[in-house]
């Protein structure tokens, strides 16, 4: 699996016939190349109370297109449910894909990355990678634009509203050697309002990098409810970065929950950028053993009265690290912004090392922004109160826990991926 | 027959010695009020025999049919028959007033022997109905945003759901309006029966007007000064707790409201 971190240029010729053979549009192979041609220049972000250069995150995937020579079989993680609108994808196949007819006539597109590049590519390009997350940010998002290997287009047309949330599950495959370079992009066009839930897992115990890059561009006046649930495994390090772009008097309300079981740069940022837009960011999350993720969620406020929450509760057990970074910018312009953010940390055990930091960086004057952070242990009058009512000790704990991360669960729309979540935290907690 | 049974119990908080020898013996069947006024060790008192982990008990035994409850857990003592419905319970996000009360319940219950689903929420229902409580109230977190009258209403639920042996109020009454007052002692009235005693702390009288209690005990500087019947209340009530002292010949400061 060793791959030559530097020579990435090399790579040109199998990245095209890459493309080529998925009939990629020519401003798509050229994003590629052009992104290639950068890695090698561009530093990695710069993530606080987090050295990870020595990580193994650039893997290059591999570019003969031949299918992996080990599949998953999807049912052993999902129920079969045949009208709800999901795509399922192992490894970079699509396995499930359905859309109920009345979203298809309303013009909602609901497909994997390389159908969508083929059938929608104008549409494609208005979002992809040009808006929410550029090639060139760094090192990392270069690597990601030059080798994403496959992804997921969800398309909501103007003023269509749709109330069932749209599910999508990724199953890594790691029963082989392959990198995960997964692009979602959302893009919801003006006025629409949807309900989207995402869940990330791993099969198989094969050391692989993940580069994973979800972008959701809103236009003007379109909400969206975003929820997802990621429990990548123990032998997958990855770089995570969920990314908001939101037009004037548009919303993103993230929920999630990052229940990984491996090393993880969780990045949750978004730029507000019309004016009276918002994004409510609502992330837990769960480390254990000897793994480190770090959560940085970085919202910034670039239009005038524009809101930016962010609320992180975190949990450590073990070794484990877990660090939240909450950034809330600020830039010169947008008067009436306000930027709020809470991180909480919970440790469960002595040897468990966690971080709350928040940072406000303010270029304007007529704002307003907040913080509170807090790392700390189960809360002893809580504990008492639950006791007296003879709830026995370690019950009682299982239940704080639960109530400390419970705001997240409970904003969660899709009742199957909330029991999940319950279900994970619950693990997680019992096999202390 | 239960009996509850407080015996020269000394209680320090910080260091400061708050209870200075409390005597007092009940049980089941009967309703005992304290009264007294603020700052006389009242809830010192009830945080001391529930075992809220901030009171220090220096001297005494609180004994539960002859068992010592001092040296049980709090979760043991509540398992054993002891309540306590607080002015100020907890607020916990994420765990639902439902969910925390079945878990409640059936923490007293062999593993064989669970309450179920439905048995539990007809008998929620109900219990909610005397409370006049809005069902919604049972999925809410666990007194969350709730107002202090709910608060109180909900601490009653859990006792009237729970059904304790000895259940001691510590000043549920404070801050309700006539109407939540009456609710409220409703339920505990409910709860009165043979199996079933109760031990009720008020600053005022007017909770005692829908409680008839069987014993009135008067605690000062952190101990009975005077054990009566129901009509001590009503004596205090009109000659306050200075014209007790004065018959008591007691010399203690008191803090007015």
Redesign the interface.
Do not use: N, T
């Given at each position: 699996m060793e791959t030559k971190t530097k020579d990435y240029v090399s790579y040109s010729d199998a990245l095209q016939a890459f493309s080529r053979g998925l009939k990629e549009p020519e401003w798509m192979l050229q994003l590629r190349l052009d992104a290639l041609d950068k890695i090698e220049d561009l530093n990695l972000p710069v993530i606080e109370r987090l050295r990870y250069n020595r990580w193994p995150l650039f893997q290059v995937p591999d570019l003969t297109g031949a299918p992996a020579p080990k599949t998953i079989d999807p049912f052993e993680f999902i129920e079969d449910k045949a009208d709800a609108a999901r795509v399922i994808q192992t490894g970079n196949d699509t396995v499930i894909e359905t859309l109920p007819e009345s979203l298809k006539e309303k013009g909602v597109i609901f497909t994997d990355m390389h159908t969508a590049l083929r059938d929608h590519p104008e549409l494609v390009k208005e979002a992809y990678m040009s808006k929410a997350v550029k090639p060139d940010t760094n090192k990392i998002t270069a690597f990601h634009a030059a080798f994403m290997n496959s992804g997921l287009f969800l398309y909501v047309p103007k003023n269509v509203v749709i109330e069932e949330p749209l599910e999508a599950i990724f199953i890594q495959n790691s029963l082989v050697e392959d990198a995960f370079i997964k692009h979602v992009l959302i893009y919801a066009d003006t006025n629409s309002s949807f309900n989207y839930v995402e869940k990330f897992l791993t099969k198989g115990n094969k050391k692989n990098a993940g580069n994973i890059v979800v972008e959701v561009v809103t236009k003007a006046g379109a909400q969206i409810k975003f929820s997802a649930v990621d429990q990548l495994g123990e032998n997958s390090t990855v770089y995570f970065n969920r990314k908001g772009y939101t037009f004037r008097d548009s919303s993103i309300d993230w929920a999630i929950g990052a229940m990984n079981t491996g090393n993880v740069i969780c990045d949750f940022d978004t730029d507000l950028v019309g004016e009276g837009s918002a994004s409510d960011l609502k992330a837990v999350g769960i480390s254990s053993g000897r793994q480190t993720q770090v959560i940085d969620s970085n919202v910034v406020n670039i239009g005038r009265n524009t809101t930016g929450n962010i609320f992180q509760h975190g949990v450590i057990l073990d070794r484990a690290t877990l660090t939240f970074n909450g950034i809330g910018h600020i830039l010169n312009g947008a008067k009436g912004a306000d930027a709020q953010q809470e991180s909480r940390v919970l440790m469960l055990s002595d040897k468990a090392r966690g971080d709350a930091n928040p940072i406000l960086l303010i270029e304007e004057n007529d704002v307003t922004a907040g913080h509170a952070a807090s790392v700390g242990r189960v809360?002893?009058?809580?504990m008492?109160?639950?006791?007296?009512?003879?709830?026995?000790?370690s019950?009682?704990e299982r239940?704080?826990i639960?109530?400390?991360?419970?705001?997240v669960?409970?904003a969660i729309p899709l009742r199957s991926m909330r029991d999940d979540l319950v279900q994970t935290i619950e693990r997680k907690l019992t096999s202390r | 027959m239960a009996v509850l049974e407080i015996k020269n119990l000394h209680v320090s908080i910080e260091d400061k010695e708050i209870l200075k020898g409390v005597n007092l013996k009940m049980q089941t069947g009967e309703i005992h009020a304290i009264m007294g006024p603020n700052g006389t060790g009242k809830s010192t008192l009830s945080a001391a025999i529930?075992?809220?982990?901030s009171y220090e008990v220096t001297e005494g035994e609180v004994l539960l049919d002859g068992e010592n409850v001092l040296e049980m857990?709090?979760?043991e003592?509540?398992?054993a028959g002891l309540?306590?419905a607080v002015q100020y319970?907890?607020e916990?996000?994420?765990?639902t007033n439902a969910e925390?009360m079945r878990?409640?319940i059936n923490?007293?219950r062999e593993d064989d022997d669970k309450m179920g689903v439905m048995d539990f929420i007809t008998k929620l229902d109900e219990k909610m109905a005397v409370l006049d409580m809005p069902e919604e109230m049972a999925e809410r977190?666990?007194n969350e945003g709730f107002s202090g009258g709910e608060k109180k209403r909900n601490e009653i639920l859990?006792l009237m759901m729970?059904e304790p042996t000895f259940a001691i109020l510590d000043e549920i009454d404070s801050g309700l309006d006539i109407d939540a007052l009456q609710v409220v002692s409703k339920g505990v009235n409910a709860m009165r029966g043979e199996g079933f005693g109760s031990l009720i702390i008020t600053h005022y009288q007017r909770l005692l007007n829908y409680i008839t209690p069987d014993v009135v005990h008067i605690m000062m500087d952190g101990r009975v000064v005077k054990t009566g019947g129901a009509d001590l209340s009503k004596q205090l009530e009109a000659e306050g707790y200075k014209g007790l002292m004065e018959e008591l010949g007691l010399d203690i400061e008191i803090e007015e409201d």
């Open positions: 809360d002893p009058e809580e008492y109160y639950l006791m007296s009512r003879g709830i026995e000790k019950e009682a239940l704080v639960r109530g400390f991360l419970g705001k669960i409970s | 529930m075992g809220h982990p857990e709090v979760d003592r509540a398992r309540f306590l319970p907890s916990i996000a994420g765990i925390f878990a409640a923490s007293r977190y666990l859990q729970i």
